[in-house]
Protein backbone atom coordinates (compact mmCIF):
# COMPACT_ATOMS: atom_id res chain seq x y z
CA UNK A 1 0.00 0.00 0.00
CA UNK A 2 0.82 3.38 -0.79
CA UNK A 3 -1.31 6.02 0.80
CA UNK A 4 -1.14 8.99 -1.30
CA UNK A 5 -2.74 12.59 -0.10
CA UNK A 6 -2.85 15.70 -2.59
CA UNK A 7 -3.18 19.13 -1.51
CA UNK A 8 -2.62 22.47 -3.22
CA UNK A 9 -5.97 22.80 -5.28
CA UNK A 10 -8.03 25.82 -5.13
CA UNK A 11 -9.73 28.62 -7.04
CA UNK A 12 -7.88 30.46 -9.32
CA UNK A 13 -8.38 32.87 -12.10
CA UNK A 14 -7.49 32.05 -15.80
CA UNK A 15 -3.27 33.09 -16.05
CA UNK A 16 -2.73 31.59 -12.35
CA UNK A 17 -0.74 29.23 -11.39
CA UNK A 18 -0.73 26.45 -8.65
CA UNK A 19 1.57 24.26 -7.38
CA UNK A 20 -0.48 20.65 -6.15
CA UNK A 21 1.62 18.48 -4.13
CA UNK A 22 1.13 15.10 -2.92
CA UNK A 23 2.83 12.98 -0.24
CA UNK A 24 2.89 9.59 0.34
CA UNK A 25 3.17 7.13 3.25
CA UNK A 26 5.72 4.83 3.81
CA UNK A 27 9.23 3.42 2.78
CA UNK A 28 8.62 2.43 -0.96
CA UNK A 29 7.92 5.94 -2.58
CA UNK A 30 11.28 6.32 -4.15
CA UNK A 31 10.79 2.51 -5.82
CA UNK A 32 7.18 3.78 -7.17
CA UNK A 33 6.94 6.03 -10.78
CA UNK A 34 4.14 8.50 -10.00
CA UNK A 35 1.63 10.25 -12.07
CA UNK A 36 -1.26 12.65 -12.04
CA UNK A 37 -4.59 12.35 -13.53
CA UNK A 38 -7.37 15.03 -14.25
CA UNK A 39 -11.25 14.36 -14.11
CA UNK A 40 -13.53 17.43 -15.31
CA UNK A 41 -17.18 17.21 -15.20
CA UNK A 42 -18.89 14.80 -17.12
CA UNK A 43 -15.58 13.36 -18.09
CA UNK A 44 -13.43 10.43 -17.95
CA UNK A 45 -9.98 10.50 -16.05
CA UNK A 46 -7.22 11.58 -18.19
CA UNK A 47 -3.42 11.62 -18.23
CA UNK A 48 -1.93 14.81 -17.44
CA UNK A 49 2.18 14.35 -15.80
CA UNK A 50 4.40 11.16 -15.14
CA UNK A 51 7.57 10.65 -13.90
CA UNK A 52 9.89 7.95 -13.16
CA UNK A 53 11.09 6.34 -10.11
CA UNK A 54 14.51 8.44 -9.92
CA UNK A 55 12.93 11.56 -11.43
CA UNK A 56 14.97 11.21 -14.60
CA UNK A 57 12.05 10.44 -17.00
CA UNK A 58 9.20 12.66 -17.40
CA UNK A 59 6.21 12.57 -19.50
CA UNK A 60 3.04 14.75 -20.42
CA UNK A 61 -0.11 14.81 -21.92
CA UNK A 62 0.06 17.81 -25.02
CA UNK A 63 -2.42 19.90 -23.82
CA UNK A 64 -0.43 20.89 -20.78
CA UNK A 65 3.09 20.30 -22.61
CA UNK A 66 4.92 23.81 -21.73
CA UNK A 67 2.11 24.60 -18.83
CA UNK A 68 2.93 21.87 -16.65
CA UNK A 69 5.74 20.89 -14.51
CA UNK A 70 5.91 17.42 -12.81
CA UNK A 71 8.45 16.77 -10.10
CA UNK A 72 9.80 14.60 -6.81
CA UNK A 73 11.34 14.83 -3.69
CA UNK A 74 12.16 11.51 -2.85
CA UNK A 75 13.78 12.59 0.64
CA UNK A 76 9.98 14.30 1.39
CA UNK A 77 8.11 11.31 -0.49
CA UNK A 78 6.53 13.95 -2.23
CA UNK A 79 5.67 14.48 -5.79
CA UNK A 80 4.67 18.23 -7.40
CA UNK A 81 2.73 19.22 -10.17
CA UNK A 82 3.41 23.33 -11.40
CA UNK A 83 0.38 24.06 -13.07
CA UNK A 84 0.98 27.81 -14.80
CA UNK A 85 -0.71 29.89 -16.99
CA UNK A 86 -4.04 27.79 -16.29
CA UNK A 87 -6.95 27.99 -18.67
CA UNK A 88 -10.70 27.40 -17.46
CA UNK A 89 -10.77 23.99 -19.48
CA UNK A 90 -8.04 23.15 -16.70
CA UNK A 91 -10.64 22.73 -14.09
CA UNK A 92 -11.25 19.26 -12.71
CA UNK A 93 -10.06 17.03 -10.16
CA UNK A 94 -6.57 16.28 -9.81
CA UNK A 95 -5.44 12.63 -8.71
CA UNK A 96 -1.94 11.83 -8.42
CA UNK A 97 -1.14 7.81 -8.44
CA UNK A 98 2.00 5.54 -7.79
CA UNK A 99 2.62 2.42 -10.16
CA UNK A 100 5.43 0.73 -11.08
CA UNK A 101 6.17 1.36 -14.31
CA UNK A 102 5.82 5.42 -15.81
CA UNK A 103 3.51 4.64 -18.68
CA UNK A 104 1.95 1.63 -17.35
CA UNK A 105 -1.08 0.75 -14.65
CA UNK A 106 -1.06 2.86 -11.72
CA UNK A 107 -2.26 0.79 -8.36
CA UNK A 108 -2.50 3.16 -5.80
CA UNK A 109 -4.34 6.71 -6.08
CA UNK A 110 -5.13 9.75 -3.86
CA UNK A 111 -8.53 10.86 -3.00
CA UNK A 112 -8.33 14.14 -5.54
CA UNK A 113 -7.42 17.92 -4.82
CA UNK A 114 -9.96 20.46 -6.95
CA UNK A 115 -8.92 22.91 -9.23
CA UNK A 116 -11.29 25.39 -10.44
CA UNK A 117 -10.14 28.21 -12.84
CA UNK A 118 -12.33 31.18 -13.43
CA UNK A 119 -11.99 33.11 -16.73
Known amino acids: QVPLVESGGGLVQAGGSLRLSCAASGRTFSTYAMGWFRQAPGKEREFVAAISWSGGSTYYEDSVKGRFTISRDNAKNTVYLQINSLKPEDTAVYYC????????????WGQGTQVTVSS
Open 97 to 108: AAGRVVRGKYDY
